[in-house]
């Protein structure tokens, strides 16, 4: 079974700055495609950013383009997302997503990754 486990999360101020990781470990299994959504209390789990393994094609939602990057070390299993410039409305914990493929066509739905992260608390204070 796959593990992904997720690091980098804590509190931050309006404006700055965060890297979460997220490393996938455990028996032998592919990687078509990563992502990363957030769930704040009492909201919908909402697509953040998703990248293709293969070729790093990338993937954002329309709220946070210009402040999020997400990228891969493909050696590593790993995925990070850095996020610059945040606002109290990215308070949320944020989870990894695993997509095994092997078609990637929808990457902002949930139901399409294979496996999930525990989750990293990301707070932004204003």
């Known amino acids: 079974q796959v593990q992904l486990v997720e690091s980098g999360g804590g509190l931050v101020q309006a404006g700055g700055s965060l890297r979460l990781s997220c490393a996938a470990s455990g028996r032998t299994f592919t990687i078509y495609a990563m992502g990363w959504f957030r769930q704040a209390p009492g909201k919908e789990r909402e697509f953040v950013a998703a990248?293709?393994?293969?070729?790093?094609?990338?993937y954002y939602a329309d709220s946070v383009k210009g402040r999020f990057t997400i990228s891969r070390d493909n050696a590593k299993n790993t995925v990070y997302l850095q996020m610059n410039s945040l606002k109290p409305e990215d308070t949320a914990v944020y989870y990894c997503?695993?997509?095994?493929?092997?078609?990637?066509?929808?990457?902002?739905?949930?139901?399409?990754?294979?496996?999930w992260g525990q989750g990293t608390q990301v707070t932004v204070s204003s």
């Open positions: 990248i293709k393994w293969s070729g790093g094609s990338t």
């Open positions: 997503a695993l997509d095994t493929g092997p078609t990637f066509s929808d990457p902002n739905r949930w139901y399409k990754y294979d496996y």
